[in-house]
């Protein structure tokens, strides 16, 4: 299995997973042009996307899921709430999302399925989840738009060898920033986002002993740096012991980021 993450950051994300014959896209929150621009970046012809997974309904992951659906002759699968959406409605083919069990992605040759679990996170959007994927033993989990770093949340999502992790924003960046109060405290919030020190908190709780690769991920253009963030993640990896043999990447929203192996 490989992953790429197309886009990442409150404008648009978007990140591909290629499973032996089968590509899936979670989430397509750019808009037509972009989207369509990063999905030729990573280099797949039209009707190589089986699968469109979304995570919630917040237009900066689900802007573009229903037409790259359509245009990919995929299933869109958001949670059945979802499914009423303008950005839905494109879609020829939808699905209803499991959430929190393992379901198996139709199409696959047995033995090669892609087996997503979405597991519910606390965020301003009902339902919001986040995706663990497996593929032949191996295992990608894509966690962003969480407001804290939950236990449970990281008990549901175990196992990851390449892990994508919200570091959204700087706290005296998000309170010297651009944002009206109503908004920082939103957030904030435990409904809200992660800051970088519950990112480094959470991956605490996630860091595992088959993790390899950390992308760090949803970093605020305007109340975050990718230094900063960079910086919160690699702190938690060398107290772990693990700074030598994980490595970390920063996704970026201006640029698809290389593919890597799961
Ligand atoms: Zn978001
Ligand atoms: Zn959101």
């Not at 042009?33 to 990063?38: G, H, I």
């Not at 892609?114 to 593929?135: I, K, M, S």
């Amino acid at each position: 299995m490989r992953l790429q993450v197309l886009s990442s950051g409150s404008e648009g994300n978007s990140t591909l997973i290629r499973a032996g014959e089968q590509a899936a896209l979670v989430d397509a929150g750019l808009g037509r042009e972009a989207m369509l621009a990063r999905l030729e970046a990573g280099r797949l012809g039209p009707g190589a996307v089986r699968h469109v997974l979304v995570t919630h309904g917040h237009l900066d992951h689900a802007r573009s899921a229903g037409l790259v659906a359509r245009r990919e002759r995929a299933t869109l699968h958001a949670a059945d709430l979802s499914l009423h959406h303008p950005w839905a409605r494109r879609a020829k083919s939808c699905a209803a999302l499991a959430i929190g069990r393992d379901q198996a992605l139709p199409g696959a040759p047995s033995g090669d399925e892609l087996v997503y679990r979405a597991v519910p996170l606390p965020h301003d959007c009902d339902p919001t989840v986040a995706f663990r994927l497996e593929h032949q033993g191996r295992v990608a989990v894509i966690l962003t738009d969480v407001g804290r770093p939950d236990p449970d949340v990281a008990r549901a999502l175990s196992g990851a060898h390449v892990l994508v992790l919200e570091f959204n924003y700087d706290p005296g960046l998000l309170a010297r920033g651009p944002y009206p109060a109503l908004l920082q405290r939103r957030i904030a919030g435990g409904r809200g986002h992660l800051s970088n020190a519950e990112g480094a908190r959470l991956l605490e709780l996630l860091a595992s002993a088959e993790l390899h690769t950390v992308i760090v991920a949803h970093v605020s253009k305007k109340t975050n740096r990718p230094e900063l963030a960079r910086a919160a993640a690699a702190g938690t990896l060398e107290r772990l012991g693990l700074a030598g043999r994980v490595r970390l990447l920063v996704a970026s929203q201006d640029e698809a980021l290389e593919s890597v192996e799961v």
